[in-house]
């Protein structure tokens, strides 16, 4: 094709430099995609945007940014076997071998494969551009009724916090705590409720994230991160504590919370990453038979399986963005999502731009 396109990508030291690339041309079981959504993850800000902290091969490579991305095939390589030009696709975000343990079990985020595991928007071009080149065993197929911004936030944060919900399980049986009220722990009350939940709570320090999780229905009831927490999920809760809690915050203080505020036989998941925690095992966790189960990313027919949930349920994770940017403004978008004084940021294209 020959044709130029714009991609933003991250120095590291909390700018954002546009670039002039070529548009890629897919080869044996590749795909052209026209980016319609890329949507900004914490992790994008935490290990990217503000410093590189990833080293080697799992370090950033200076490669175009954005991990979330979500747009429509417009052109195809050689071997397709299932998907065609004119899919609206979301891209599991990264690119695993394919064939070791985990690729196999579709868990391509813990791919073992040092020279094939490459993450979009670290290792290989992300969606912070106008096309972006994936591969089609990478791909999940976007409902009709769900928009690419809905499938952008799919990509990694929705994703993530489905596996982790489905690790400790969520019913109507259930009162549900989230700690950390960033997009993922929004997305975590989100799907929270969708499966039924009697109850969500939400903590977090910023009163921004507070309002905007009221004020979209997301929480019954929100708290103000402090010393009581507990006591105060104690008293919504008839004295017992919520039955599952989810920590998004990484944070030692929510996330002793998380486990304290769990009720006897509660499930606890942590999803939040980096930093410590501090607890007791015999009383926090042993004496009232809690368990805490780790989560990481998810496994590609889950991500299958999620998006068709979604479509059912006919939430949107779309209503999660409080702001959405043209890629000539990524700048503006990254340094919005690091202040965190916002919901999801998403650079938009095409007819995402609303
Ligand atoms: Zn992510
Ligand atoms: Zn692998």
Same mark, same amino acid.
């Given at each position: 094709m020959g044709k130029k396109m714009m991609g933003a990508i991250l120095p590291g030291n909390s700018t954002v430099e546009l670039k002039e690339f070529d548009v890629p041309v897919p080869g044996h079981g590749e795909v052209l995609i026209k980016t319609k959504s890329s949507t900004i993850c914490g992790s994008d800000i935490r290990?990217?945007?503000?410093?590189?902290?990833g080293k080697g091969?799992?370090?950033?490579?200076?490669?175009?940014?954005?991990?979330?991305p979500c747009g429509q095939i417009v052109e195809t390589g050689p071997g397709l076997r299932r998907f065609k030009k004119g899919d609206r696709v979301v891209i599991y975000h990264i690119s695993g071998c394919g064939v070791c343990n985990d690729c196999r079990r579709g868990y391509m985020i813990s791919c073992t494969s040092e020279k094939y595991r490459r993450a979009y928007g670290w290792q290989r071009d992300g969606g912070m551009a106008e096309y972006i080149l994936a591969e089609e065993k990478d791909l999940v197929l976007l409902p009709d009724n769900l928009t690419y911004t809905d499938g952008a936030q799919v990509a990694c944060g929705f994703g993530t916090v489905y596996e982790g919900l489905e690790k400790i399980g969520i019913s109507g049986n259930d009162n549900v705590l989230v700690t950390g009220l960033g997009p993922v722990g929004m997305a975590a009350l989100m799907l929270s409720k969708a499966l039924g939940a009697s109850m969500t709570i939400g903590i977090d320090v910023i009163p921004e994230r507070l309002e905007i999780c009221k004020n979209l229905g997301l929480a019954d009831h929100v708290l103000t991160a402090g010393p009581d927490n507990v006591e105060e999920v104690r008293a919504l809760t008839g004295g017992m504590g919520c039955e599952k809690t989810v920590d998004c915050s990484a944070n030692d203080q929510a996330r002793q919370v998380a486990i304290r505020a769990a009720r006897k036989w509660g499930k606890i998941v942590f999803i939040g990453e980096g930093g410590k925690v501090e607890f007791n $095992?015999?009383?926090?966790?042993i004496h009232d038979q809690k368990t805490i189960f780790g989560s990481w990313v998810t496994n590609i027919w889950r991500m299958e399986e999620l998006v068709e949930r979604i479509s059912r349920w006919g939430i949107? $994770?779309?209503?999660?963005?409080?702001h959405r940017f043209p890629l000539e403004k990524a700048s503006d978008a990254y340094s919005l999502m690091a202040s965190g004084k916002c919901g999801k940021v998403a650079v938009v294209f095409d007819e995402e731009i609303k």
């Open positions: 290990a990217i945007y503000r410093e590189h902290t091969p799992e370090g950033y490579q200076g490669v175009i940014a954005g991990h979330e $095992p015999s009383p926090d966790i949107h $994770p779309e209503d999660l963005v409080t």
